[in-house]
């Protein structure tokens, strides 16, 4: 069956380092695009960063442009989150989501979410 599993979150200090992975199974991961989202207790989910289904493009929020770089790699089925300079407001709960829209439409799965806790 589909899976997407995150890992590597945890607790940080402010201005630490933290990466985080997603490992996909169950479906073609070189056909999909992949999607970091995150979401903070009392937020909506935002979208975080993405990537193409062979990269090199990818995309950013503004709130993280310079400070969190994607990448995956498809002979691993997984896809990476690198965050630098981690800042209190990054706390949340992140989320790994493949997508891939054909002419019959759009197919999406999620991961279950790791939490990332940024604090002294």
């Known amino acids: 069956q589909v899976q997407l599993v995150e890992s590597g979150g945890g607790l940080v200090q402010p201005g630490g380092s933290l990466r985080l992975s997603c490992a996909a199974s169950g479906f073609t991961f070189s056909a999909y695009g992949m999607r970091w989202y995150r979401q903070a207790p009392g937020e909506e989910r935002e979208l975080v960063a993405g990537?193409?289904?062979?990269?090199?493009?990818?995309n950013y929020a503004d709130s993280v442009k310079g400070q969190f770089t994607i990448s995956r790699d498809n002979a691993k089925n997984t896809v990476y989150l690198q965050m630098n300079s981690l800042k209190p407001e990054d706390t949340a709960v992140y989320y790994c989501?493949?997508?891939?829209?054909?002419?019959?439409?759009?197919?999406?799965?999620w991961g279950q979410g790791t939490q990332v806790t940024v604090s002294s």
């Open positions: 989501n493949a997508v891939r829209t054909t002419l019959i439409g759009k197919t999406e799965y």
């Open positions: 990537i193409g289904n062979f990269g090199p493009g990818t």
